[in-house]
């Protein structure tokens, strides 16, 4: 079982930027792809950014060039670094693990773009 908590979230600016957060439990999360998602309201949930146990990052088109993820195997962490924001990227950001056919998800963390 893996539990996921994200943090970071919040309020800013078009132009702006953000770092999202989060901590996986569990002994054996290094060997876990790590991703995250958003949800627009009235939208569905879509992919952002992935990486990978080797640590090798994808990216969503959307984002690419934008955003950064990273991961710190040591502290059980992936962190999503947000630059350039826009009000386009306004949404529940939700962390994702997936590995041993399991999925887990987080509970999200809002992050609203607006002047």
């Known amino acids: 079982q893996v539990q996921l908590v994200e943090s970071g979230g919040g309020l800013v600016q078009p132009g702006g930027s953000l770092t999202l957060s989060c901590v996986a439990s569990?002994?054996?999360?290094?060997?876990?792809?790590m991703a995250w998602y958003r949800q627009a309201p009235g939208k569905q949930r879509e992919f952002v950014a992935r990486?990978?146990?080797?640590?090798?990052?994808s990216y969503d088109d959307s984002v690419k060039g934008r955003f950064i993820i990273s991961r710190d195997n040591a502290k059980s962490t992936v962190a999503l670094q947000m630059n350039s924001l826009e009000p386009e990227d306004t949404a529940v950001y939700f962390c994702e693990a997936e590995a041993f056919g399991q999925i887990y998800w987080g509970q999200g963390t809002q992050v609203t773009v607006s002047s």
């Open positions: 990486i990978d146990s080797v640590q090798s990052p």
């Open positions: 569990g002994s054996l999360v290094r060997y876990y792809d």
